[in-house]
């Protein structure tokens, strides 16, 4: 059974730090690409960062690019997002996935980030 477990959010002040963590169960995760994305109410997702089987391809999005970092332990079935510099606009739930799961529909709980200004 595959799931995807984020965590590591929380309530900061701009300008602080957080680091996110997700751990994948059910699926050969070395094998994958993983992505970040975050939802802020009434908003569509966003994509942020992926990173690609062994971490030697990266991208970001314009708006987290020099801020945030992507990466991965596949070891430990895991990916992270360092991010750094925090905005209130970074107000959001933050989610990893695969694009596999992404296209099936399948989402975790996501981790809520909450950035006081």
């Known amino acids: 059974q595959v799931q995807l477990v984020e965590s590591g959010g929380g309530l900061v002040q701009a300008g602080d730090s957080l680091r996110l963590s997700c751990a994948a169960s059910?699926?050969?995760?070395?094998?994958?690409?993983m992505g970040w994305f975050r939802q802020a109410p009434g908003t569509e997702r966003e994509f942020l960062a992926a990173?690609?089987?062994?971490?030697?391809?990266?991208y970001y999005a314009d708006s987290v690019k020099g801020r945030f970092t992507i990466s991965r332990d596949n070891a430990k079935n895991t990916v992270h997002l360092q991010m750094n510099s925090l905005k209130p606009e970074d107000t959001a739930v933050y989610y990893c996935?695969?694009?596999?799961?992404?296209?099936?529909?399948?989402w975790g709980q996501g981790s809520q980030v909450t950035v006081s200004s």
């Open positions: 059910g699926l050969r995760f070395g094998d994958h690409e």
């Open positions: 996935n695969t694009e596999q799961l992404r296209r099936r529909g399948y």
């Open positions: 990173i690609n089987w062994n971490g030697a391809k990266i």
